[in-house]
């Protein structure tokens, strides 16, 4: 949940980012401190991923990119600042949707680039892998 707060709300308060990194600080020592002191330590079992939880942030950050840029270019003042310019768009509503839609396919094509381009899997892991199947058999 905290993962959704911060990147759909991010422009909205940046200073959230800080308030969960305290929150996530208390939240691990608590949790330590129950496993350690008041509850019976749970059977640890082998995994290579996340499951499905590796869709549900993918989509939580496609989704991001949609709230952030109508909140700061269109609900608020922030992008009036950074892009003069912008600001005469958002007066207009159609000039404001075509902004809008390019800046969200600007953004989400940077993003896949970027996947494609740096969301490899290391060698090392891939080594590991090979390694532990071949162990198993």
């Not at 707060?5 to 600080?25: D, H, P, R, W």
């Not at 082998?46 to 499951?51: Q, Y």
């Not at 989400?108 to 969301?119: E, K, P």
Request: a neutral charge.
């Amino acid at each position: 949940m905290t993962f959704g707060y911060i990147t759909m709300f991010a422009s909205v308060f940046a200073l959230g980012a800080t308030c969960i990194f305290i929150f996530i600080l208390i939240e691990s020592r608590s949790d330590i401190f129950k496993l350690e002191k008041t509850k019976r330590r749970p059977l640890p079992a082998r995994t290579h991923h996340i499951g499905s939880w590796s869709i549900i942030i993918q989509i939580f950050c496609f989704l991001s990119v949609f709230s952030n840029i109508i909140v700061c270019c269109y609900a608020s003042n922030q992008i009036d600042s950074l892009l003069p310019w912008m600001k005469e768009l958002k007066e207009n509503s159609e000039t404001a949707m075509i902004t809008v839609f390019a800046l969200e396919h600007i953004l989400l094509f940077s993003i896949a680039v970027i996947t494609m381009l740096y969301d490899k899997e290391p060698e090392w892991v891939q080594t590991f892998r090979a390694r532990h199947t071949h162990m198993i058999e």
